[in-house]
């Protein structure tokens, strides 16, 4: 929305075309693109999901630049994480190396926040306070039983950045686990020891675990999806049903309560927060594109506005430092 309606309002643009579920439809897959115009997008900053549809899986980069040529399109913003930005990356490669003239914008959203270069994404804020409501509802069904356990999956495939701000929000959790920390699951030290404490202290407690977290104790797996991102585990399940096991063999009752609430997360409308910082990006991306930068996104960096090098920003993965202030802090919540 707020790309459309800078391009309408402050450049006069003719034509804005929006492409179905993702780079499918760059690529000439699927449904025609949908017009845009301020109607179109009148009302969907009140709304969850996405207008457009998304899609995971690669595509000939030649024939997305054959579509996008077809089509006339001289400016593409692709808005999404990692994997949207490597495929733009490669787009505004082959763009240059074959002559068409076109720019490539990347705007930063990824709800796991571990763009590189990149202080906050947008959606982040929202994923979290959400996850907030459901540490509650996972509080009170542990608290409402003797010895109850409640288990909360977040989003968060090798970045634990959702699970930790969440714990911090929400002072009930007990233990959280991210992808950047490994944990024993049993013996001096481990999870089922620490749980086993806290039981024994205050007969109830809240697990939050980030979805790549343990994936070293499910067993490693070589397959992939389409997008080339390696097919996990669910760390949940095997929490709740290994947690299960102990206590029974320990002869204690326990009862577990496990939510996975990623597609909750997802679907909601943005917080006001996370909505202003959209329309900041957005008029960012434009007016870089605009004015003929390609190949680049943009993004928050210490509370300015920049435009980052799109090779930088997917170099690397940003993630929780296990040795810094904001894992400190998690620790120091959850006891």
Partial sequence: RSIVLTLHHHYRVPEILG???????????GPEPMRLNPSVVAQIH?????????????????????????????????????GTLKGAAAL????????????????????DNDLAWVDQSFGFSTAVGEAARTIQAAHNEARGALNGVGIVKLMGRHAGFIAAHASLSS??????????????????????EALGARLSAR??????????????????????D?????????????????IKEHFAAERIDVTVKYIDPSYIIRSVP??????????????????????????????QWHGRYVHVPMS????????????????????????
């Fill in 171 to 192: 002072p009930d959790v007990n233990l959280c686990i991210v992808p950047e920390v490994p944990f024993a699951l049993e013996g001096p030290g481990s999870l089922l």
């Fill in 226 to 242: 389409r997008s080339g991102n390696k097919v996990l585990g669910d760390v949940g399940v095997f929490l709740r049903d290994r």
């Fill in 203 to 224: 007969r109830h407690a809240v697990i939050v675990a980030a979805e790549g977290c343990g994936q070293d104790l499910l067993g490693v797996s070589e397959s992939t």
């Fill in 270 to 299: 943005a917080i006001p927060s996370d909505s202003v910082l959209c329309w900041r990006l957005a008029q960012s991306a434009v007016h870089a594109g605009m004015c003929g930068k390609t190949d680049m996104i943009v993004g």
């Fill in 312 to 335: 930088l920003a997917i170099a690397e993965r940003k993630q929780v430092d296990p040795q810094g202030e904001l894992w400190a802090s998690v620790l120091e919540s959850t006891g």
């Fill in 46 to 82: 009140r709304q969850g999901g996405t207008l457009l549809g998304t899609s995971r899986g690669g595509h000939p980069v030649e024939q997305m630049l054959d579509n996008l040529a077809h089509l006339g399109v001289r400016v593409l913003f692709c808005i999404g994480g990692d």
């Fill in 19 to 29: 492409f179905r579920y993702g780079y499918a439809g760059v690529a000439g897959k």
């Fill in 92 to 111: 505004a490669e082959a763009a240059k190396e074959r002559g068409q003239q076109l720019g490539v914008i990347g705007v930063p959203k990824t709800i």
